[in-house]
């Protein structure tokens, strides 16, 4: 079959690879009819998670029909169900499963000694992702061995398009899981980093959560363009100051919630003069990440407010002011979503037409095209916020 | 690359998918070439920090052997850039340095003829670098830059039954 398959930093092809066989009792394997390629595949693109491994498949984001159960698998899903396969593989059983903590289910992680040594405690295993996270091979390719597939999946009524469903998977449930970490209340003004499809998913989220203001915080046109769609208050922080803002929109006060949706690769620029600085020893392999966001967050949060991170964070940061957030009484929410925790409520919620997650793809191409797309989409060129692959 | 792929192949289980053939990658040409320049700005660097002696001695540089130890530093650095996931800086970086060689090497003060070949020979050397890292700072400016004017989405909303009610 044909894959897209990480080489190494930036190096990403369109490889002949093997098909994936059923393994275990509770596999399934799908045959992919969409894929996406999502910002956390930008951080392994440029090689800032550690441990990938040349020959690894990408993708995490993606959907197809059953073509093969295991037998305990036979349970729970039949030959041509169609399903969307969250990035966070679970085992529906252990105790983090149960108390819907599906991110860091203790059984599904392969690599778990390896996890435990380097997290202190194993995490979920993932799909196309770190070799700390089991290393298990991604949906962007023509098919996908799914484990504990009777407890994998999310199944999708005949009615809805791919590009309605696709996103159950990540991005929805992400933007979802950061507001509704929020607590929003009725007069809360919920600030925004971040307007990849992430952040977008965040917004509206935010809004059907009932926020009374929602602002968009970022430097893309298109991006902001699709902010305001949704009816963000938007910022450009190139043009404006994100704290001068922030404050003037809330008399002073500083936005009730904070999300942030950008992660470790916060945009470099003079402007940032420490983003520069994380930059810098970024490269010299003396800082892992760079906070530029959580540090604005930190600073502009109301007192007693909330900080929601679904940006994804690799290991070490510097300068982060802990003391200012200690003593503002900030509250911090963050981690890998658990995406099958919100998944019923959110089908619902597309089925019902409250939410189309579909509104986010600008670009739809063929998974040869991929290594091409992964460029266009990390250099931000033609407008391109969300990437669809069909193999 | 795919050998590297191979032996990490230790790391998978038995039956999973194996890289048969090899397909078109996201680097393109000049992201290559960008790389190849970073490697031999290293390299270069590394000869300038410890071979600054020999070096000034071939050039009539003697007395400057600290100067060409801190252009071995210089070297490194816009290699490490070059070789980042911004490798424009570092080509960029790369093209101040060799305009900074090219002044050093025309001040050189030469006593034998045999100093005065080896710096033509550098000069001309450094030149023709200097061209391809030009080329190559146009061509990842170009492969790597926004164009065009941005799109508008403000139809995009995303709430088909209209926008939740806000304040
Ligand atoms: N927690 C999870 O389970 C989960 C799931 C999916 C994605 N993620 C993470 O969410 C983050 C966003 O993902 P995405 O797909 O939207 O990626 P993206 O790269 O498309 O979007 C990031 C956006 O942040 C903007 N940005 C950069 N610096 C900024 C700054 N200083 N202030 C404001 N905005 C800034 C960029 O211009 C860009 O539009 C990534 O870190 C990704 O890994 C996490
Ligand atoms: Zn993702
Ligand atoms: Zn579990």
């Given at each position: 079959m044909k894959a897209l398959v990480?080489?190494?930093?930036q190096d990403i092809r369109c490889d002949r690879v093997s098909d994936p066989e059923i393994?275990?009792?509770?596999d399934a394997i799908i045959k992919v009819t969409s894929c996406a390629i999502c910002g956390s595949d930008l951080h392994l693109f440029h090689n800032l998670i550690p441990a990938m491994l040349p020959g690894d498949i990408m993708g995490h984001e993606m959907m197809g029909e059953v073509v093969e159960v295991g037998s305990t698998a036979k349970n729970a899903l039949r030959k041509g169900d169609r399903i969307v396969v969250p990035f966070t593989i679970i085992c529906g059983e252990c105790d983090q499963c149960k108390r819907g903590n599906f991110s860091v289910c203790?059984?599904?992680?392969?690599?778990k000694a390896l996890a435990d040594k380097v997290f202190g405690h194993t995490t979920a295993g993932l799909f196309g992702y770190t070799h700390l996270t089991g290393g298990y091979p991604g949906g962007q390719a023509e098919y996908l061995r799914v484990p504990f597939a009777d407890a994998t999946h999310i199944k999708v009524p005949p009615q809805l398009s791919d590009e309605q469903a696709l996103f159950l998977g990540d991005i929805l449930p992400t933007g979802w899981q950061a507001a509704a970490q929020c607590d929003i209340a009725p007069t809360d003004i919920v600030a925004i980093w971040g307007c990849g499809p992430v952040g977008q998913m965040a917004i509206r989220s935010a809004m059907l959560l009932g926020a009374r203001t929602v602002v968009a915080i970022d430097h893309l046109p298109e991006r902001l363009s699709m902010a305001e769609a949704a009816g963000a208050i938007t910022i450009d922080f190139m043009q404006d100051s994100v704290v001068g803002r922030l404050n003037d929109l809330t008399d002073g006060k500083g936005p009730d919630k904070c999300i942030d949706?950008?992660?470790?690769?916060a945009h470099v620029s003079p402007a940032q003069p420490d983003s520069v600085l994380d930059r810098a020893k970024q490269m010299l392999m003396?800082?892992?990440?760079?906070p530029h966001v959580l540090r604005e967050m930190i600073y502009v949060c109301r007192p007693a407010g909330v900080i929601s991170v679904p940006g994804v964070y690799s290991g070490l940061v510097d300068k982060l002011p802990l003391g200012m957030a200690m003593n503002k009484g900030l509250t911090f929410r963050m981690g890998?979503?658990?995406?099958?925790?919100?998944t019923d409520d959110l089908l619902r919620r597309i089925e019902e037409g409250q939410?189309?997650?579909?509104?986010?793809?600008?670009h739809t191409v063929r998974l040869e095209d991929g290594p091409e797309m992964y460029r266009v989409f990390r250099d931000k060129?033609?407008?391109?916020i969300k990437v669809v692959l069909k193999p | 690359m795919t050998i590297l792929a191979r032996a990490a192949?230790?790391?998978?289980?038995?039956?999973e998918p194996r890289i048969l053939e090899t397909g078109r990658s996201s680097l393109r040409g000049p992201d290559r070439l960008a790389r190849g320049l970073g490697w031999f700005s290293i390299a270069l660097g590394v000869i300038e920090l410890l071979g600054a002696r020999r070096l000034a001695r071939a050039f009539g540089m003697q007395g400057a052997e600290w100067l060409i130890r801190s252009y071995g530093v210089r070297e490194i650095a816009s290699g490490l850039g070059a070789l980042s996931i911004n490798p424009a800086s570092g080509i960029a970086s790369r093209i101040g340095g060799d305009g900074l060689d090219l002044l050093t090497l025309m001040a050189a003060n030469c006593r034998t003829r045999k100093q005065r070949d080896n710096v033509e020979l550098a000069l001309l050397a450094v030149a023709g670098v200097s061209l391809l890292d030009l080329y190559c700072h146009q061509e990842l400016s170009s492969l790597h830059q926004r164009r065009g004017t941005a799109r508008d989405y403000?139809?995009?909303?995303?709430?088909p039954n209209g926008k939740p009610k806000l304040e």
């Open positions: 990480w080489h190494g930093k393994e275990d009792p509770r203790e059984r599904t992680n392969r690599k949706a950008v992660g470790l690769e003396l800082e892992n990440d760079r890998q979503t658990h995406v099958n925790r919100w939410i189309d997650p579909s509104f986010v793809i600008t060129q033609d407008s391109c | 192949d230790r790391a998978r289980s038995a039956r403000r139809d995009r909303s995303g709430f």
